[in-house]
């Protein structure tokens, strides 16, 4: 009534009219019991009923031998309203009973259910016969829903997005499961695949039948059809949704009774009936109501000046309430109540509440939604459209400027930091099958406070937490989505995953917590646990056992998800440069340093595509010195190591032959050591500088064309392996090791190779592209083989051979003799870069491969992409003069604005490119630096005092010093220039 006061009439044997008397009533009578209580919804299932209060209390009575009145008890009847006081303090703003089960739906997005569950129509399982008490619907949680209606043993939720969930009997197909493989009884929610293109609106339920209201007004109906209630053709109850023919209009309302459906025609005027019900006919009755037809129960003459608000339908019954025509041109639909979400004029009123009734009620309606996924989600799904195809169904782009809002108010700030942490986090539906649920974790990542590297432990790292926990299908979900994102929202999660790894490595390391549990997650996982067992077995005795899962481990988890699903941002994107930078910070023992060293050995093993390369080549280092302590240790004969440095002694005069010789010589068990080389009566410095001129020395001598060593299929091009080499396959075994030795001692070396070669090293397979990198010329040829057009290709008059290293070669049996054509022209360009890359070298590379992992630990070396591997072997051919001379120091008087150190400077970048590296050179012992000095290697520069200005300029190799004279013109420092770029070889002889 419209004073919210409650009357009821009928059968009253089971207590189902509320009144104090099991008398029956033909008139409506007011519920005495709930005179003072303001009522906004009521719903009757068989022989039980349910109110809502305005304040969302709810109140039953009735039958109750089934626990369908929630009262905690299995109560045969209960003639007078009783409040269900489980569901104190949750605001109720939606019922729906069946014949013996009732549904609820909160505020905050949950639905709860009791009653009967002999068909599984509560959807908790099968594991019960009946609930006493409201249940959450677990099953449902996160998903934002419109509205819950019950059957007579069946079940449905309709979600914002007009997704239809049912549970519960499908005998008849009243939950539009058909086929062969449709089960009769649905235990949980199940999202209906049948109704999902319909768009559907509204859903009411029957006994054994179901009706959908689509969003373009048509009606569609299945179930049973036993008593003509679906209007269908006579077909089997379970034949899927069918569509209503013969309303004549558009519908706006519907409602299910037992056994037939009501609906209004807004486009008429008309309430129609369909299957058994009452007909036009004022004196009929249920029974006698049978009909075929559509049928108009109030037409439009009958509501002249009236307007239709709602129409209701009972088990056999009909009610309609009108208003006084308004001249409105809205259409009549049913209004049902939401659950709580973010809209503008709140997010308005948020803003401006500071005190009182509005604050209270302010920080009421925020701690709500911030702690439901589902009113999250809710608060910026996208408007439904039939028309539009919306993959990702949640404005990112909205819900972030709301954020940053909201967010702007301190108070609102800590109210949702709160909420989060200590409702929302903890119960994200990480497990839940449905789409809808999992859009919560796409809504996080854009708010601020989650990015905050304070709340990584208590926000960012739950959120991770439960990515980590999803089972496959969740996931899959979830990949997808990531990989259709924008730009923008992807860098978010990204960026708030990287600020927490890197919180938590801050967090970790000075106090050496949490690190143990890091071999435990590695154990639990037996794709890791191999990896553990071949590189970290030296941590067993170390690290001692935990239960809990590293956090660590599984940041880095889901970031390894992000960035497989990654199609949108650079790899450089993912990468953490500062995930070492507090191993030198003050305070850290350097017990310590070397504990979490081999703890980022261990944890970062799988994921390296948050290392940069300087990274990578740190970890390549320590894990070559981590086996060779192993190897100590297996021998139990720590005598074995011996000297820590593997010497070498060589004549500058004989350096290949003395070279290969002593490598021929070494023990494996050596050439992981640390290389020292000293040259034959020359002054050997401490440091690396002898080491950096003697790699580039030899090989400057072995892949020189006149040695003959390699090929060069074009002047000026990149150098590959001959197909019919000079030299014994021996050579290129100890090639490999030498390669090998520079990238193990951190040094790097001019090696002309095409990027094939590190692809090789990596197991990759080189391209055509590689080939275009090794001879410009023939692989530009190949490439026009693939672009001709057919009919054209044959006028080339090719054959399955080619000419490679002066001599021709037939690519298959007989190849000379069979043409390439449009056909197999993709085959011929394949078998053309295979043979140059593989086949034709096979032996000799085989012997340069297992030289240079006889050295390098394979297992390090694998973490680097092609190109990183080549850049930290030959290191950086180009380099930025600039930064070289800004990242420079001054010792002993100088400063950056002396005046000798301004005429160095501009005399240096006049020098041209090859007389720089000539420099680079007589500083450094290389003519390139190394990755790792990229950003901060320059000169030490030094004037000692017994210096004049007639000495030249000296270099100490191993640290980048130069001992520099005050010159005061710029004639004598571009003099000195020159003697250090023509004395950039050789040491000091000893007396």
Partial sequence: ??????????????????????????????????????????????????????????????????????????????????????????????????????????????????????????????????????????????????????????????????????????????????????????????????????????????????????????????????????????????????????????????????????????????????????????????????????????????????????????????????????????????????????????????????????????????????????????????????????????????????????????????????????????????????????????????????????????????????????????????????????????????????????????????????????????????????????????????????????????????????????????????????IFNFNTEEGIMAKQQMFFIKYYSMVFNDFPFILDLPSKIILMKHDSSVKLSDEVKVAASPEKMGCPFFILKVRRSHLVEDTLRQLRQAEDFDLRKTLSVGFINEIRPEGGGVSSEFFHCIFEEMTDPKYEMFMYPENGSNMWFPVNPKFEKSRYFLFGILCGLSLNNLNVINLSFPLALYKKLLEQKPSLEDLKDLSLLLGRNLQEVLNCEAGVIEELHMYFSIYWDQRDVDLIPDGISVPVNETNKRDYVSKCVDYIFNISIKTIYDEFHRGFYKVCNRDSIRHFQPEELMAAIIGNPTCDWKQFENNSKYENGYSKSHPTILLFWKAFHELTLDEKKKFLLFLTGCDRLHVKGLQNEGIRFRCPEVFSERDNPRSLTCHSILDLPKYSTMRRMKEALQVAINNNKGFISPE
């Fill in 1 to 578: 009534m419209t004073n919210h006061r409650v009357y009821s009439c009928g059968d009253n044997s089971r207590g189902q009219l509320g009144q104090k008397s099991p008398q029956s009533t033909k008139r409506p009578e007011p519920i005495q019991a709930l005179s003072t209580v303001h009522i906004d919804l009521v719903s009757c299932g068989k022989e039980h009923s349910v109110a809502v209060c305005h304040q969302g209390r709810v109140f039953t009575w009735g039958a109750g031998s089934e626990g369908q009145l929630g009262i905690g008890e299995s109560k045969e009847i209960s003639f007078m309203p009783t409040k269900i006081n489980s569901l104190a303090g949750i605001k109720i703003i939606q019922v729906s009973c069946g014949h013996y089960h009732s549904l609820a739906l909160s505020e905050d997005g949950q639905v709860f259910s009791w009653g009967s569950n002999r068909q599984g129509q509560l959807g908790l399982g099968n594991n019960l016969c009946s609930q006493a008490s409201p249940q959450k619907v677990k099953s449902l949680e996160g998903i934002p829903l419109a509205q819950v209606a019950a059957g007579g043993t069946h079940s449905f939720a309709l979600s914002l997005m007009g997704t239809s969930f049912g549970w519960g009997n499908n005998r008849s197909g009243q939950l539009a499961l058909s086929g062969n493989s449709a089960k009769e009884q649905i235990y949980k929610p199940h999202s209906i695949g049948a109704l999902k293109t319909l768009n559907v609106v509204y859903i009411s339920c029957g006994y054994e039948h179901t009706s959908v209201l689509t969003e373009d007004g048509q009606v569609f109906t299945f179930g049973g059809s036993s008593s003509e209630q679906l209007q269908h053709s006579p077909r089997s109850g379970r034949g899927g949704p069918q569509l209503i023919e013969g309303i004549g209009g558009h519908v706006s309302q519907i409602e299910c009774g037992s056994y037939h459906t009501i609906a209004y025609v807004y486009t008429t005027g008309q309430v129609v009936s369909l299957g058994r019900g009452p007909s036009c006919t004022s004196n009929a009755t249920h029974q006698e109501a049978a009909c075929s037809d559509v049928t108009c129960l109030l037409s439009a003459k009958d509501l002249v000046d009236i307007e239709v608000k709602d129409i209701f339908a009972g088990a056999h019954a009909n009610f309609v309430t009108t208003c006084r025509h308004t001249r409105s041109t809205s259409v009549s639909m049913k209004i049902l109540p939401e659950i709580i979400r973010i809209t503008q004029p709140l997010v308005k009123k948020w803003r401006a509440a500071k005190k009182g009734k509005v604050h209270e009620d302010a920080k009421r309606e925020i701690s709500l939604i911030f702690s439901s996924p589902a009113c999250l989600t809710a608060s910026f799904l996208k408007k439904r459209d039939a028309g539009e195809n919306n993959f990702i169904n949640v404005d990112l782009k909205l819900a972030r400027d709301v954020f940053k809002m909201l967010t702007a108010e301190k108070w609102i700030s800590s109210l949702i930091t709160t909420c989060l942490e200590e409702t929302l986090l903890r119960g994200l539906p990480y497990s839940s099958p449905h789409q809808e649920a999992l859009l919560v974790f796409l809504l996080l990542p854009e708010c601020s406070i989650m990015q905050d590297p304070k709340n990584w432990k208590t926000l960012a790292f739950e959120f991770a937490s439960a990515i980590h926990k999803m089972r496959s299908k969740s996931l899959t979900f979830l990949r997808n989505w990531w990989a259709s994102l924008e730009v923008s929202s992807l860098n978010s999660l990204v960026q708030m995953l990287k600020k927490t790894i890197v919180s938590q490595l801050h967090n970790e390391v000075p106090m050496m917590k949490d690190t143990s549990n890091l071999k435990v997650s590695l154990e639990m996982m037996k794709e890791v646990q191999k990896i553990l067992e071949k590189t970290n077995s030296h941590l067993h005795n170390e690290v001692p056992k935990m239960e809990d899962t590293s956090n660590l481990k599984v940041l880095l988890e889901v970031m390894k998800e992000v960035h497989e699903a990654n199609c949108q941002l650079p790899e450089n994107a993912f990468i953490m440069n500062d």
